[in-house]
């Protein structure tokens, strides 16, 4: 498939509401499939389709246990509470804290078009939260508790 290019901040639409996908057809699992590989190629955990361009409620993760494939994803319960720090593959070089809810249950659909039900804690909850967020138009560093600078990281 193909690398797409991933917006950065400060492009308009990554502030924009992406729509419902209505109909599962080959551009949206073409979208998927390109996706997928923008993620990976971009040693990234997740992205959503406003990031390359794509007013669309589709997101592809992998947070270490395999691709995980959304289309109209939302989350219909969260629990608890985690600071976790977060990164951005539309503003690179920034990282911060971000309180995210410890556990997240999402429902979508997947590319077969059938109704499914994600469990994610930790990072998974994490990542779910930040591409769920970017449908909305929402980035990370709107909700950032501390920014951390580069050599805490080191």
């Known amino acids: ?81 985690q600071l976790y720090i977060e990164g951005c593959l539309s503003i690179p070089g920034i990282q911060g804290e971000v309180k995210r809810p410890q556990k997240v249950v999402v429902e979508a659909l997947n590319p077969k078009g059938e109704r499914v039900r994600i469990e994610g804690e930790g990072l998974l909850a994490v990542v779910l939260c930040h591409e769920l967020d970017h449908l909305d138009g929402v980035l990370f560093k709107d909700k950032v508790v501390r920014f951390i600078e580069k050599e805490e990281l080191e």
């Open 1 to 81: 498939m193909a690398i797409r290019e991933i917006r950065k901040d400060g492009d308009e639409i990554l502030r924009k509401k992406a729509k419902e996908v209505d109909v599962i057809n080959d551009r949206i699992l073409t979208l998927l499939k390109d996706m997928a590989d923008t993620m990976y190629e971009a040693d990234g955990v997740g992205l959503a389709a406003p990031q390359i361009g794509v007013l669309k409620k589709v997101v592809v993760i992998d947070a270490g246990e395999g691709l995980i494939e959304l289309i109209n994803p939302r989350i219909l319960e969260q629990s608890g509470e």
